[in-house]
């Protein structure tokens, strides 16, 4: 097992470069699976979430490798198991990404119902509603989602009754070698839908209407393989901007875009900070106290569910009270406790959170729950007084690429700590 260490209390400086988005990334691995010749992605981030994908390809049958500059080769022309077992997509919900892709390129797939997940139950009922549409035939068994399109799949028109990032992706990429047109309507507006459109695009398939509520697709034949690009991580980037701001700080992250943060930027802005932006780079510099923000998640161009815990751990140390709602998950509160154990004043009240403002967080040991509930406590360890050990710190690995190094960079105190079970 491992711990991180940290002795808080140091004010954040310097500038920090942002990886490629896991979130970004996932999508563009199972859109690998369309292309009938190889494909090389960019800025692919190094996270156990995208080793758990590249592992699921190569268990199917593809050729996946890294080239001496870090860009990830795939060939699926290789793939005969349209498959992805429990034991792949038990650590990652994601997986589920494979479906669409796997269905309308070998006309079955057997995919692992995801299991629960600690911020909520995150079914996929609407990914499987989409596929029937589209003329698949899908029962789950044992669970496993068995799917079956014999003829091939044709396009429908589809309406989420809710946002489904990934229930976008899935189908959006099933619908590319699909018969005829299909319509997602309600469908996720994420810079990362947008960026998997893009790669699908360059790839031959014609896609219109991303970045909006309605996507419309006209199937093609087939999909060429060539270089696909992933976009920066906006999700680490608001983290150490987030992280410098609670420290008193002063942060700059770089090869990122500002476009991708209006709304978490808007708010930082309202919190009293000051914020200079570049075409690659934030800038974020406290001046003095932070002023308490409400804030509401809402799917994309809204506050993103992804930082709520980071702004949450920003507001423990602001001036008055901040009301934060979750309103895309159920159980997106895991970090609450574990801030409180910091010294922090969170009164919770259903899907609202009421931060009061301390003066400082005092270190403690806790415990890590989920990716960005993680994340939000190595912000307030590297803030706090004192010492925090936070333990099962495998929940960060999956989402931050080297968040130790990349924070003491910026002057924190942190280490990781190997200890017996
Ligand atoms: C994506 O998850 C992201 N993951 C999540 O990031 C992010 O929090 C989420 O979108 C919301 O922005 C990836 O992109 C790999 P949803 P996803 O489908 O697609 C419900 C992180 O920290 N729902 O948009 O799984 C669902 O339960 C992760 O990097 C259904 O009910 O989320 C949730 O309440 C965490 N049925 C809401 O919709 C469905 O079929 C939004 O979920 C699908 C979703």
């Known amino acids: ?37 190889p494909v090389i992605l960019h800025r692919i981030p190094h996270l156990n979430d995208i080793s758990t994908m590249t592992n699921l390809l190569a268990w199917q049958g593809a050729e996946v490798t890294y080239d001496d500059q870090n860009c ?26 494979v479906l669409g892709p796997l269905l309308v390129r070998f006309g079955e797939a057997k995919v692992s119902l995801p299991g629960g997940c600690a911020i909520g139950a995150r079914p996929i009922d609407m990914h499987l509603k989409g596929l ?100 920066s991580d906006r999700i680490e980037a608001a983290t150490y901007l987030a992280a410098g701001l609670m420290t008193g700080g002063d942060v700059t992250v770089t090869n990122t875009d500002p476009h991708l943060l209006e ?34 998640t809402m799917p994309h161009p809204g506050f993103p569910t992804d930082i ?20 895309i998950f159920e159980n997106r509160f895991m970090h609450v406790q574990e801030l409180v154990r910091m010294g922090a004043d969170i009164q919770l009240d ?29 912000m307030a360890g590297v803030a706090a007084e004192g010492e925090t050990v936070i333990s099962r710190v495998y929940h960060i690995d999956r989402g931050y690429e080297r968040i130790e190094e990349k924070m003491r960079s910026l002057g924190a105190n942190i280490e990781r700590h190997y200890v017996q079970k």
């Open 1 to 37: 097992m491992e711990n991180i260490v940290i002795q808080g209390g140091t004010p954040l400086k310097g500038s920090v470069e942002i990886s490629g988005a896991k979130n970004a990334a996932l999508p563009l691995l199972a859109a690998a699976i369309l292309a009938d010749e």
């Open 72 to 97: 990830l080769h795939i060939d699926t022309r290789p793939a005969n198991k349209p498959e992805a077992p429990y034991d792949m997509v038990k650590t990652m919900r994601a997986s589920s990404l």
């Open 132 to 231: 029937e549409i589209m003329g698949a035939e899908i029962e789950v068994e044992h669970g496993m989602v068995i799917a079956k399109a014999p003829k091939g799949l044709h396009g429908g028109r589809i309406v989420f009754d809710m946002v489904t990032v990934t229930g976008t992706e899935n189908l959006m990429m099933a619908a590319t070698l699909a018969k005829g047109e299909t319509v997602l309507e309600n469908a996720a507006r994420e810079p990362e839908v947008v960026n998997l459109a893009d790669a699908l695009r360059s790839m031959g398939a014609q896609i219109e209407g991303d970045g909006t509520a309605c996507i419309t697709i006209q199937g093609v034949d087939r999909l060429a393989g060539g270089d696909i690009y992933t976009i």
């Open 263 to 296: 709304a978490f930027l808007a708010r930082v802005k309202e919190a009293g900070a000051t914020v200079e932006t570049g075409d690659d780079y934030i800038r974020c510099i406290a001046n003095g106290r932070l002023q308490a923000v409400n804030i509401h």
């Open 308 to 327: 709520q815990a980071q702004f949450m751990a920003m507001m423990c140390v602001a001036e008055g009270t901040s009301l934060i709602s979750e309103t």
């Open 350 to 378: 259903g899907h609202t959170a009421a931060v009061k403002g301390v003066a400082r967080l005092s270190g403690a040991p806790v415990m890590a729950t989920d990716l960005r509930a993680s994340a939000s406590l190595v």
